[in-house]
């Protein structure tokens, strides 16, 4: 029963189960509009309306939770059963421009709508205010834009706005704050200002502009008057009339007024905390122009121009000089005088540095001239007390040039080929300018204008020049040119190529001479030899000065310690030291010391063969025997080791002297002795028979090597040609 029961529950739960519906939904998607457009003016209402477009498999309640933009801030959020939503703003600022987007969340989906972008046209007016109503000229005034309603970044402009004449705007960007301050400087003839102000903003479209503000009147005091300026007799006036000028000004305050009076910058006089100035002068040509009368006090300064107008009452005088130009001791006039001829007090002047020298007090001076009355000259002029001085006139008065010596700048009248040559003219005397030629040989090289000297740097050195250097020198003087002795100049050639020689050449027996011979390709004379032997320093051996390309030195008596590597050095006024390369010397013994030491070793020789063979027939039989043993061995065996050894032999020998001889088989002797010469000694070997006493039974020929000694070194010695080593570089 229960189970029946249990079947019944299991069924029922499965079609409770199968008849319940699942609430399904999505968004098709979200969009926002504008109305009533996306440009409304400022001060319109407008709404921006959301709305959510969403697909549901019953109709069932959603709860849709809308949130509003702008500019990726949030500024409305509202929740919702239906699928639209309204973010009302009644009254639309420029601060309402922007790009506006909604997001829509239902259940745990959300859905972001495209932004839109909307323009609030139009931005509010301004307001302008003053600090002062009334400011006197040089004083501040300071000004405050504002626009309360708009939103930072912003731009404000201040507009100084004066009668018959265009406003001046300023500049003013506020990147915080929704108004902004200038302060204007009241300047003077600013009577009556006028002020107003407006702002810009930056949108998509470019910049907007708001109206013009409220305009503010600011009403401007003067301190002081302009200040005038008047001239007595006149304006126009002729050179010689006392000329009187008076400058003043009406002020409120005289304290701190300040009256400067001035010709173009110069300013002839000035007066303090008084109302006029007066200024006077004897009126000259040099007094017309323009004059200023300026008035400041603080900031304030107001200037008043005057032109004035001298005519000439006579011209300036001019001065004429017999000569501009001449020689010592000649005579010079000079004449002063006034076109028209009018009378006049005149004086010749000289110019120095330490002022004008007065000559005389006359229109004509005339005088005979020296080389210290060169100068410039000028003259006056009085009329009325009038002073006119005339033009300068330059005089120059010349001494004859001496004649002029030519010298090489380094001393010596010689160069290194190759190097350069400098040269220097002098004269001692003349007066300057002179000019200096020089020539190298008939060709003229250079021309220099200087006071006493002019030098010349002659590059191109050759050993064929010819004719020498000289120069001339010449200035106004009537006298003419004058010219140098000849300079010949000595061109030193460098040494070059350097060797060293010897006789004899490589070997040289003990006690011998050798002569060294030392030489160069070219170089001027005399060259200075050195001959050096190398060691552990460099020891010099000998040296000489010769008037030649070479020179021999003569060595006596060669020792054992004088072998070793020997070279030459040469140099000459090129002060250029060039090595030859070296050469190698041997010092070996003589020919009769080698007798004397072969003698010697073969008499030692031939007594040890003695006792040896007394020895060998004093022991007898027993002897015998043992030679008959070793015989057969010893006749078969040839020997090659020197007597030094310790073997008898016995017989003869002799010495080959001839080329055709046989070579050494030791090949590991080492290039001394396969380079030298071998004798060969022939020996004869007795063969012993055992059933005699020993007697000669055949002979066989066997070779000893004996080294020579080179005699090739005794004929260099009297040989007379010297062999070298190749040229040094």
């Known amino acids: 029963m229960y189970l029946a029961l249990l079947v019944i529950f299991l069924q029922c739960s499965e079609l409770y189960a199968q008849g319940k519906v699942y609430q399904v939904f999505t968004f098709n998607g979200v969009k926002i509009k504008v109305e009533p457009s996306d440009k409304v003016k400022n001060g319109a209402p407008m709404s921006i309306i959301c709305h959510a477009d969403i697909s549901k498999n019953t109709d069932f309640q959603l709860k ?3 949130t509003f933009f702008k500019d990726g801030k949030l500024v ?4 919702s059963d239906k699928e639209d939503a309204r973010y009302e703003i009644p009254v639309a600022k420029s601060a309402d421009t922007g790009d506006y987007e909604c997001r829509v969340k239902a259940g745990d989906k959300l859905v972001i709508s495209k932004p839109i972008y909307v323009w609030v046209a139009g931005m509010t007016k301004p307001i302008l205010t003053a600090d002062k109503k009334e400011v006197s000229e040089g004083e501040i005034v300071k000004l405050r834009c504002e626009l309360p309603e708009e939103v930072p970044p912003l731009e404000f402009y201040f507009r100084k706005i004066k009668t018959n004449s265009e406003p001046i705007a300023k500049r003013v960007a506020e990147q915080n704050q929704n108004f902004s301050e200038m302060e204007y400087y009241v300047e003077a003839g600013d009577n009556i200002l006028q002020f107003d102000c407006f702002g810009k903003r930056q949108v998509k479209s470019g910049w907007e502009s708001s109206q013009h503000s409220n305009k503010t009147l600011v009403t401007v005091k003067e301190p002081f008057r302009n200040p005038t300026l008047i001239t007595t007799p006149s304006n126009n006036l002729t050179e010689g009339d006392i000329i009187e000028f008076q400058c003043s000004t009406v002020a409120a305050e005289m304290r701190g007024i300040e009256i400067i009076f001035q010709k173009n910058r110069t300013i002839l006089n000035s007066v303090r905390d008084k109302k006029s100035l007066k200024y006077s002068t004897l009126a000259t040509q040099e007094d017309s122009g323009e004059y200023l009368c300026k008035v400041e006090q603080g900031a304030v300064s107001k200037t008043t121009k005057l032109n004035v107008f001298v005519s000439e009452l006579f011209p300036k005088p001019t001065l004429s000089a017999s000569m501009t130009q001449l020689d010592e001791n000649k005579d010079l006039i000079l004449n002063c005088s006034i076109n028209g001829s009018r009378r ?9 540095s330490s002022g004008d020298i007065l000559l005389k007090k006359s229109r004509i001076l005339a005088i005979k001239v020296n080389v210290n009355d060169t100068g410039s000259y000028t003259c006056k002029a009085e009329v009325k007390g009038i002073v006119k001085e005339s033009k300068p006139v330059r005089i120059s008065v010349y001494a004859p040039v001496s004649k002029p010596t030519l010298s090489v700048v380094s001393g010596s009248p010689e160069v290194v080929l190759g190097n350069p040559l400098q040269l220097i003219c002098h004269s001692v005397m003349g007066t300057p300018p002179i000019t200096f030629t020089f ?11 200087n006071d006493t000297y002019a030098t010349f740097l002659d590059e191109d050195i050759g050993l064929n020049d010819n004719g020498g250097y000289k120069c001339d020198a010449r200035n106004n003087h009537s006298s003419g040119v004058k010219t140098s002795n000849i300079l010949n100049v000595t061109v030193i050639v460098p040494i070059r190529g350097a060797s060293l020689g010897s006789v004899p050449y490589g070997e040289v027996e003990v006690g011998s001479d050798t002569a060294f011979l030392c030489s160069v390709k070219e170089g001027s004379w005399p060259i200075h030899f050195k001959f050096f032997k190398k060691t552990d320093h460099e020891e010099l051996l000998h040296e000489a000065r010769e008037y030649s390309d070479r020179t021999i030195w003569h060595k006596k008596t060669m020792k054992r310690r004088d072998t070793g590597t020997y070279y030459c050095m040469a140099s000459n006024r090129a002060s250029v030291d060039v090595r030859s390369h070296p050469i190698t010397i ?3 013994l003589a020919a009769w ?21 007394w020895w060998f027939l004093s022991k007898g039989p027993s002897m015998e025997m043992s030679g008959s043993a070793l015989a057969p061995s010893l006749a078969s065996e040839k020997l090659t080791r020197p007597p030094s050894d310790g073997n008898y032999y016995s017989g003869s020998g002799y010495i080959e002297d001839n080329e055709n001889h046989m070579k050494s088989t030791d090949e590991s002797k080492g290039p001394d002795l396969e380079s030298a010469e071998v004798d060969y000694t022939e020996v004869e070997v007795s063969t012993l028979d055992p059933h005699r006493a020993p007697e000669q039974k055949g002979t066989e020929t066997v070779y000893s090597e004996i080294r020579k000694t080179n005699n090739d070194s005794m004929e260099n010695r009297h040989s007379q040609r010297i062999y070298g080593h190749p040229d040094a570089t």
């Open 586 to 588: 041997s010092v070996i």
């Open 76 to 79: 409305f959020m509202t929740i």
């Open 439 to 449: 020539y190298k040989g008939d060709e003229i090289k250079k021309n220099v204008t």
């Open 64 to 66: 849709h939770n809308f």
């Open 344 to 352: 006049a007090n005149f004086s010749i002047l000289r110019k120095s």
């Open 593 to 613: 010391q080698k007798g004397v030491i072969a003698a010697f070793v073969l008499t030692a020789m031939a007594g040890a063969g003695a006792v040896a063979l």
